[in-house]
């Protein structure tokens, strides 16, 4: 075989290739939207953030997931907006976090609970931090529920931090 033959096949693989997972995206793309978009179920989550603090004031955010299904489920984990952390330094939080990280992709910081919640009862997170920068800061805070795929992206939190 000459060279054209064989670059004209390895250019014709690499088409074909690229043509598969385009369709292949295209046709499961509503499937795979749909398993890393989902809403979790049988939970009621409510967040609490103070609106205004002094620079190297406490802040407390407070997440209350109420637990509304018959059997135990898991609070995986919370990500906060790092357009919100730019002003709020998170330090702990109650019940403490196993682990947190971020998550560029989406710019956001993880901080992975493991909690479980027993059916019928209301798992308080508290976050503690502190105001280490002057402006207006907010961003979403989504909770993961048994997976770190299935979260609200409901929530929007502000805190104006003023000198």
């Known amino acids: ?7 004209g096949l390895g250019i014709g693989c690499a088409v074909l290739c690229i043509a598969s997972i385009i369709i292949i995206l295209i046709a499961g793309g509503g499937r795979l939207r749909e398993f890393f978009l989902r809403e979790p179920e049988n939970v009621s989550i409510s967040v609490d953030t103070p609106v205004q603090v002094t620079k190297d004031e406490s802040v407390i955010i407070e997440v209350q997931v109420e637990n509304t299904a018959t059997k135990p489920q898991l609070l995986h984990s919370i990500d906060i907006s790092s357009e919100y952390l730019a002003g709020i330094a998170i330090k702990e939080a109650e019940p403490p976090f196993v682990e947190s990280f971020p998550n560029p992709p989406v710019e956001i ?34 909770v993961c529920i ?18």
């Open 1 to 7: 075989m000459n060279k054209k033959v064989i670059i």
């Open 109 to 142: 910081q993880t901080y992975r609970f493991m909690q479980e919640i027993s059916p019928g009862t209301t798992l308080v997170v508290q976050f503690f931090g502190v105001a280490v920068k002057t402006g207006d800061f907010s961003g979403n805070i989504d």
């Open 146 to 163: 048994n997976s770190g795929h299935i979260c609200t992206t409901t929530f929007t939190i502000r805190t104006v931090v003023e000198e």
